[in-house]
């Protein structure tokens, strides 16, 4: 039986609070590697759009949360023991989160 608190905390939420930009970043950090691996110098405009598109996932996930914890209460919690984008797989680490956020 699933109980819902609003959000995601299961599956890949509970390793990343956003995993779709995570992959989104990961396809233009290596959009902007096959361009090295073609010939281009390493400061080409396949970085500056990699980068470019990674200040707009940060600054659209910032606001994202700030709506998210207002709405939430639990949310705060839930920021404080999932990252962001990034996580780190650990096989020694219990899960980040109970699925209902006690």
Same mark, same amino acid.
Do not use: D
């Given at each position: 039986?699933?109980? %819902?608190?609003?959000?995601?905390?299961?599956?890949? +939420?509970?390793?990343?609070?956003?995993?779709?930009? !995570?992959?989104?970043? %990961?396809?233009?950090? /290596?959009? $902007?590697?096959?361009? =090295?691996?073609?010939?281009?110098?390493?400061?080409?405009?396949?970085l /500056?759009?990699? /980068?470019?598109?990674?200040l =707009? +996932?940060?600054?659209?996930?910032? =606001?994202?949360? !700030?709506?998210?914890?207002? #709405?939430?209460? #639990? $949310?705060h919690? $839930? #920021?404080?023991? /999932?990252?962001?984008?990034?996580?780190?797989?650990?096989?020694?680490?219990? #899960? $980040?989160?109970?699925? +209902? =956020?006690?």
């Amino acid at each position: 039986m699933m109980i %819902s608190i609003g959000f995601m905390t299961q599956g890949l +939420f509970s390793i990343c609070r956003h995993p779709n930009y !995570s992959a989104e970043i %990961s396809f233009w950090f /290596v959009f $902007y590697l096959f361009s =090295l691996t073609a010939g281009a110098s390493i400061l080409n405009w396949s970085l /500056v759009g990699s /980068v470019l598109l990674c200040l =707009l +996932f940060q600054g659209s996930t910032a =606001l994202s949360e !700030s709506i998210t914890s207002n #709405k939430y209460p #639990k $949310y705060h919690r $839930y #920021k404080t023991e /999932v990252p962001r984008f990034l996580w780190i797989w650990n096989p020694f680490q219990s #899960k $980040y989160l109970s699925p +209902f =956020l006690e």
